[in-house]
Nanobody
Framework: VQLQASGGGSVQPGNSLTLSCAASGRLSTPYAIGWFRQAPGKGREFVCA???????????EHVESMKGRFTVSRDKTSHTAYLRMSSLKLEDTAVYYC????????????????????WGQGTLVTVSS
């Protein structure tokens, strides 16, 4: 399976951006797509995840600045997941990665990088004025 993340770019604070993650190859459900990000000089952190079949979602609960601004969705037909980011802040600057978990995930399992079986190459989001 291959994952292709796209949609990154440079945006001003307060604007919105939607990232895409297209999965291809021999896909079988259920699986989950997780989004992670890595800011310059920092470790990678979980953003959110969505399960392909049910559409159930898990969001990062421990980073206050993310709450309420990120929305994950998916198109089952095209095996594409989306990350809609609104009211972007300078601290959202990061490389955003998508990853696939063959078994799907729930709760804090979604946060764990080792749960994921495949990773995309990342797409850079730069928020600056």
């Amino acid at each position: 399976v291959q994952l292709q993340a796209s949609g990154g770019g440079s945006v001003q604070p307060g604007n919105s951006l939607t990232l895409s993650c297209a999965a291809s190859g021999r896909l079988s459900t259920p699986y989950a797509i997780g989004w992670f990000r890595q800011a310059p000089g920092k470790g990678r952190e979980f953003v959110c995840a969505i399960n392909s079949n049910s559409g159930s979602t898990v969001y990062q609960e421990h980073v206050e600045s993310m709450k309420g601004r990120f929305t994950v969705s998916r198109d089952k037909t095209s095996h594409t997941a989306y990350l809609r980011m609104s009211s972007l802040k300078l601290e959202d600057t990061a490389v955003y990665y998508c990853a696939l978990d063959w078994l799907g995930c729930s709760g804090y399992d979604c946060y764990v990088e080792s749960e994921y079986d495949a990773w995309g190459q990342g797409t850079l989001v730069t928020v600056s004025s």
